[in-house]
């Protein structure tokens, strides 16, 4: 069973930097597409940025020129690194990756920002 774990999330003030880390059990080198979705207090999980095997990225409009996807392969972590954060990204960020089929999802991080 692969395993995502997320780490890096907290409490931090409006204009500052979190770095959101998921590690994964298996090897994301063959990963079709890795990505981060958060849940905000009473609303639905929304994307925030996915990237694919090739390197694309997608952000959603939200969050771009703010945020940025990464992946190491050698580490098998995939990365969200989070600047001029704003209280609305207060949330639950969770992490996912998919092979052909099969998606596996973490628990999720908790990621406040206060005014």
């Known amino acids: 069973q692969v395993q995502l774990v997320e780490s890096g999330g907290g409490l931090v003030q409006a204009g500052g930097s979190l770095r959101l880390s998921c590690a994964v059990s298996?090897?994301?080198?063959?990963?079709?597409?890795m990505g981060w979705h958060r849940q905000a207090p009473g609303k639905q999980r929304e994307l925030v940025a996915t990237?694919?095997?090739?390197?694309?990225?997608n952000y959603a409009d939200s969050v771009k020129g703010r945020i940025t996807i990464s992946r190491d392969n050698a580490k098998n972590t995939l990365y969200l690194q989070m600047n001029s954060l704003k209280p609305e990204d207060t949330a639950v960020y969770y992490c996912y990756v998919k092979w052909g089929p099969y998606e596996y999802w973490g628990q999720g991080t908790q990621v406040t920002v206060s005014s």
């Open positions: 990237i694919a095997s090739g390197g694309i990225t």
């Open positions: 298996g090897s994301i080198s063959r990963a079709n597409v």
